[in-house]
């Protein structure tokens, strides 16, 4: 607050060193405002607060400190959110109204009747440039320090070397009477062709609970997307030849061991190899029990003569379904796949497809040694949901609807929080 100076007949006054010491909120209260926005109120509430004076009366002069309070303390602001040209939640204006009914000065000293008459008058003052200056400071706080932590949020970011993630407002935020709704696009692209996407035929997701702080919905899509993104980078391929197991080289040589013979006996002994390449993007399927990712790929058993070209012995169609756990932690989302059901056939003839069920099992068995960790892999590290710094999911519940999953959860603020949006420099303290 400014400093304070006057003259009312012989007296003479100077305030200084004005400082809020305490604000006790006896009634504060967050609410949602159909189409205009979110409503902090505060009622009825109270400020402890301090300064300096100096006052000059006839020929006395007295100094010294003073404690007062502001009672009957009214704050009503509603915040009006936006969505801002790079997609990112942000206050746009702020409306507020504050008033401090009453105001209390206890002074000490020798001129008891001069402070009587002082006291009503300093707090009339104090009590009109308080509710002036309230106001201003929540404006500053919410225009710059909010918007300032808002600014963490990701928008666009990258997940891995392979791809990116857009979490970009698609419009402007929804206040319902009992939530604020915000739709992301929660895509993901190909950092390397970042325009190459998917098309969004999802079903939308449909939220009804009300017992959390947060609910994050996620369809089909999401999961998809990322799928395509990794298949339109080139992840879904790989070779066996090393870590294949003596068993399934046996077993592959006894399986192709005509083959080899009528192409040249001299290459029965040739390494064998595994040639995995996902032929699709893969799909998601999300229903009430559990999600599921479909997966078909062209396995091809190769056979490597050294100082050779490599030569095909046999073209496969592999068809895969995996479980998919979603999970949260923090404010990562991370997946968790395991192999559900395998089914190969030959691309070439049915009667190779009958030859080739021996393959079942020990294709299953090394799939799951390789491959399913593989994706795991990449999946394990999660991915950061857009949650401001600072902020962090707990208490995550996550639940399977058709065609969507929903992630419930409460917040934790963590330390610096309440600094970073006050501008303080004083010591992190933890707040929950």
Known sequence: MPEMKGKEGRFQYTITDVKINNLNLTHADLQFIPEVGL????????????????????????????????EGVNINTVLNLIRDNEGRLKINNITCEAKISKMRAKFSGTLGKVYDFMSSFLTSGMRFLLNQQICPALNHAALVHVNSLLETIPVRTEVDDFIGIDYSLIDDPVVTSRS????????????????????????DPVIREYDRMVYLALSEFFFDSGMFSYYKAGIF???????????????????????????????????????????????????????????????????????????????????????????????????????????????????????????????????????????????????RIPLADGIDFIEEVVEYHNGFIVIGANLHFSKGLREMIAGSNQKDQDIV
């Open 39 to 70: 409503l902090f109120d505060v009622q009825n509430s109270s400020i402890s607060l301090s300064f300096h004076r100096r006052i000059l009366y006839w020929f006395f002069y007295d100094t010294g400190n003073i404690n007062a309070s502001a």
């Open 180 to 203: 604020l709704d915000m739709h992301f696009r929660g895509m993901f692209f190909d950092r390397s062709d970042p325009n190459n996407t998917l098309v969004n035929y999802a079903v």
């Open 237 to 383: 391929q790989m070779h066996i030849n090393e870590k294949m197991s003596k068993d399934m080289e046996m077993l592959l040589r006894t399986t192709y061991f005509g083959a080899i013979m009528m192409l040249n006996p001299a290459l029965v002994d040739a390494p064998l190899s595994l040639q995995f390449a996902v032929n699709s993007p893969p799909k998601t399927t999300i229903k009430t029990t559990g999600a599921t990712v479909f997966m078909t790929a062209i396995v091809k058993v190769m056979l490597l003569p050294p100082g050779q070209p490599p030569v095909q012995l046999s073209s496969m169609t592999m068809e895969t379904k995996f479980n998919a756990k979603v999970s949260m932690k923090g404010k990562r989302l991370a997946i968790h796949a395991d192999l559900r059901r395998f089914k190969i056939f030959s691309n070439l003839s049915a009667l190779e497809s009958l030859a080739l069920i021996p393959l079942q099992a020990p294709l299953k068995t090394m799939l799951q040694m390789s491959v399913v960790p593989l994706i795991n892999n990449w999946t394990k590290r999660g991915v």
